[in-house]
């Protein structure tokens, strides 16, 4: 168990619709990253927040937001849904920013009907 | 622009002998690598790290890794597969930005070790 929390753990929902992805990091974590996991595209980043602040960002769709909360969870909203945004969604957490290592949580499966 | 490569989909090895799963790296100044494994079903954990010193970096349940700058790859190995190894692993290098950093990984080696 990373101490990384994700809810939920799966998700269905409609094309054209609105989810919002929780994540809370490992105790004392500062800095919450965002990643997308699917067959065609692998793992792929979405966006880092450190405490609070967003601090890089990848190739996400102008449809997807997140944002880092004062408690350090974060939520990770996708909106307008598409079927190709069925994916595995995965948070990491890190103590800082920068090289340390990043501890993943179990994800939350996403299927766009 | 950093990334990395590992040029084999799968690696099949027997219990009890020795495993390397290959990762070469493309990057612009100096690399710092990861290695990740993957159960299925869950999320990444990491597994070892390189950063600066010994090329040799030792990890969690009996993973090591060997920084080659000459030939630019970083290899996952084990002396003694077991059976719970089976795993999807990535290699990843981690990319410093202007006010951050995040992870690219490769596609995956997919490890099935057999009784």
């Known amino acids: 168990d990373s101490g990384v929390t994700q809810t939920p753990k799966h998700l269905i929902t409609a094309t054209g619709q609105r989810v919002t992805l929780r994540c809370s990091p490992r105790?004392?974590?500062?800095?919450v990253y965002w990643y997308q996991q699917s067959l065609d595209q692998g793992l792929q980043f979405l966006i880092q927040?450190?405490?609070?602040?967003?601090?890089a960002k990848g190739n996400i769709l102008e449809r997807f937001s997140a944002q880092q909360f004062p408690d350090l969870h974060s939520e990770l909203n996708l909106s307008s849904l598409e079927l190709g945004d069925s994916a595995l969604y995965f948070c990491?957490?890190?103590?800082?920013?920068?090289?340390?290592?990043?501890?993943f949580g179990p994800g939350t499966r996403l299927t766009v009907t | 622009a950093q990334s990395v490569a590992q040029p084999e989909d799968q690696v099949n090895v027997a219990e009890g002998n020795p495993l390397t799963v290959k990762c070469t790296y493309s990057v612009s100044g100096n690399p710092y690598l990861f290695w990740y494994v993957q159960y299925p079903n869950r999320g990444l954990q990491f597994l070892l790290k390189y950063i600066t010193g010994d090329n040799l970096v030792k990890g969690s349940y009996g993973f090591e890794a060997e920084f080659n700058k000459s030939q630019t790859s970083f290899h996952l190995k084990k002396p003694s597969a077991l059976v719970s190894d089976s795993a999807l692993y990535f290699c990843?290098?981690?990319?410093?930005?202007?006010?951050?950093?995040?992870?690219?990984f490769g596609a995956g080696t997919i490890l099935r070790v057999k009784s």
């Open positions: 105790s004392g974590d500062l800095s």
């Open positions: 927040y450190y405490n609070g602040e967003e601090r």
């Open positions: 990491a957490s890190s103590v800082g920013t920068g090289l340390y290592e990043q501890y």
């Open positions: 990843a290098v981690s990319r410093l930005m202007e006010y951050g950093n995040k992870l690219v």
